[in-house]
């Protein structure tokens, strides 16, 4: 008996699968390949496929997008009902919508600026209301 090391194990068995012989049905001394045979068309498609789905390291931004930037789609209303009034608006693909002051808003220049928040919208203080659960309902 002879021994085998590892190596010559696995190109042996390598060998046996890439070169199956099967006997012909129509002609009994006659043998033909399974089939099974390395295929470079294959490997191209790996490659290709590979080059779609793994970016290239170098093509990657320094810093990861914020959540903002991931998760919302951002639109701007430049000089909105007044010049200077600049809104921006993140809408989620939920449907739900965060409108906000554009950092470019009469708001935020050096004069003048933001003296105070009134919540005070109609007979209703909506700076008490509390909101909590998951469908976030009025709790008063």
Same mark, same amino acid.
């Given at each position: 008996?002879?021994?085998?090391?590892?190596?010559?194990?696995?190109?042996?068995?390598?060998?046996?699968?890439?070169?199956? =012989?099967?006997?012909? #049905?129509?002609? *009994?001394? +006659?043998?033909?390949? &399974?089939?099974?045979?390395?295929?470079?068309?294959? @490997?191209?498609?790996?490659?290709?496929?590979?080059?779609?789905?793994?970016?290239? =390291?170098?093509?990657? #931004?320094?810093? *990861?997008? +914020?959540?903002?930037? &991931?998760?919302?789609?951002?639109?701007?209303?430049? @000089?909105?009902?007044?010049?200077?009034?600049?809104?921006?608006?993140?809408?989620?693909?939920?449907?739900?919508?965060?409108?906000?002051?554009?950092?470019?808003?009469?708001?935020?220049?050096?004069?003048?600026?933001?003296?105070?928040?009134?919540?005070?919208?109609?007979?209703?203080?909506?700076?008490?209301?509390?909101?909590?659960?998951?469908?976030?309902?009025?709790?008063?």
């Amino acid at each position: 008996m002879t021994e085998l090391n590892a190596d010559d194990n696995l190109q042996s068995r390598d060998h046996n699968i890439n070169t199956s =012989i099967l006997q012909s #049905p129509s002609h *009994p001394n +006659t043998f033909q390949s &399974s089939g099974i045979e390395d295929s470079t068309d294959g @490997d191209i498609e790996d490659e290709e496929l590979r080059r779609l789905l793994v970016p290239k =390291i170098e093509d990657l #931004p320094l810093t *990861p997008p +914020t959540a903002i930037q &991931s998760n919302f789609i951002t639109y701007y209303a430049p @000089d909105f009902m007044k010049p200077g009034h600049d809104q921006y608006v993140h809408r989620h693909a939920n449907g739900l919508c965060i409108v906000g002051l554009a950092s470019t808003h009469v708001a935020f220049k050096d004069e003048g600026g933001i003296t105070g928040v009134d919540f005070n919208v109609g007979k209703a203080d909506r700076s008490g209301i509390k909101v909590t659960g998951k469908r976030k309902k009025l709790m008063k």
